[in-house]
């Protein structure tokens, strides 16, 4: 029995021994001399009162202890979210920089190897399982969130842009050719799209930038299931197996 059952029950008891000095008063005074019938109803009342204030105190602390590990999880889903983003945003950077893309140029006839393109990629994986397991994540209301396809949606839209680009990669890799090898980019389309300029309207500002910018508005309206929070002192539940590599 936890410490919590044992004081209401030691609460309970009281109540009950309180309510029976109350209605049954007389009859047990005339049992008891004056001054023990005194310090046993003081005694019932002080246990009944501490009781009550000890439960208050634990459920209050409860409370904010619960609070505290929900916002300490929801900033680590936040910073895990940002870190994919940003990784996604890098990888961007860095194919946009080694073909000489500039801001305001459509992507060339450019050449690119098979060595940076793997490389970028593998790392544009992480970013997109990361995605993947937030999506799955959302759209189990019993495991993790109460009102997760608000948050879903979003991370759907995302994962699966990402991953059209990986399926691209894993369909092309094998016909790049030459030494080293290497392939157009015009031959990668949805790579192509992905490097891109920024235009209005565009899959990379549509399916990756506003789908990112509505999850993290809706990390806290989502509902972060609390009992998971209790199960796991340390505030992070680990992955279920589905979600890992």
Do not use: C
Request: hydrophobic share 45%; glycine share 4%; net charge positive.
């Amino acid at each position: 029995m936890t410490t919590r059952k044992q004081l209401i029950l030691v609460v309970t008891l009281a109540m009950l021994s309180a309510a029976a000095f109350v209605v049954f008063g007389k009859s047990i005074r005339r049992l008891l001399e004056d001054d023990v019938f005194k310090l046993t109803y003081q005694f019932i009342l002080m246990a009944v009162i501490g009781g009550a204030l000890s439960l208050f105190y634990q459920r209050v602390t409860f409370d904010r202890d619960l609070a505290q590990k929900s916002d300490a999880r929801l900033r680590e889903m936040h910073k895990e979210l940002l870190d994919a983003f940003n990784l996604a945003k890098r990888v961007r950077r860095v194919l946009r920089a080694s073909l000489e893309i500039r801001p305001m140029q459509t992507p060339p006839s450019e050449v690119l190897t098979a060595a940076k393109y793997e490389t970028e990629i593998i790392a544009l994986m992480d970013a997109q399982f990361t995605f993947e397991t937030f999506a799955k994540r959302s759209e189990d209301n019993e495991l993790w969130f109460t009102n997760g396809e608000v948050l879903a949606k979003p991370l759907r839209l995302i994962e699966k842009y990402l991953n059209r680009i990986i399926q691209e990669y894993e369909g092309s890799l094998r016909t790049f050719s030459g030494t080293p090898s290497s392939k157009a980019l015009v031959d990668l389309s949805d790579l192509a799209e992905f490097l891109e300029p920024l235009r209005a309207g565009g899959r990379f500002e549509l399916q990756f930038k506003v789908p990112f910018r509505d999850a993290l508005n809706s990390l806290t309206t989502a509902g972060l299931i609390q009992e998971r929070l209790t199960l796991h002192s340390s505030g992070r539940p680990p992955a279920p197996a589905e979600f890992k590599r």
